[in-house]
Nanobody
Framework: QAQLAESGGGLVQAGGSLRLSCAAS????????MGWFRQAPGKEREFVAA????????IYADSVKGRFTISRDNAKNLVELQMNSLKPGGTAVYYC????????WGGGYWGQGTQVAVSS
């Protein structure tokens, strides 16, 4: 059974940085797209960034372009999200997800989430 485990959340001041990690286990993810989503209080879950495990192509939401960087470490089965210049609007639970190429995110694997709080 595939599992995703996020870590690295915490409290940070606006303008600061955090690095989130997602440890993937239980299967081979070479044909998967790995993504980060976030859900702020009272809002719907939204896409943040994604990376193709094979090839490393990346996609970002407009709201985080230039500030966030998604990367993967094949040897460690790890996906990371470097978040710089954080804004108070970045306060949310951040989720790691994995889905096979071409399939909807809702049908993939999801982690339990890690809380990020950005103070103004």
């Amino acid at each position: 059974q595939a599992q995703l485990a996020e870590s690295g959340g915490g409290l940070v001041q606006a303008g600061g940085s955090l690095r989130l990690s997602c440890a993937a286990s239980g299967r081979t993810f070479s044909s998967y797209v790995m993504g980060w989503f976030r859900q702020a209080p009272g809002k719907e879950r939204e896409f943040v960034a994604a990376i193709y495990w094979s090839g490393g192509n990346t996609i970002y939401a407009d709201s985080v372009k230039g500030r966030f960087t998604i990367s993967r470490d094949n040897a460690k089965n790890l996906v990371e999200l470097q978040m710089n210049s954080l804004k108070p609007g970045g306060t949310a639970v951040y989720y790691c997800a994995a889905v096979q190429n071409g399939l909807p995110w809702g049908g993939g694997y999801w982690g339990q989430g890690t809380q990020v709080a950005v103070s103004s």
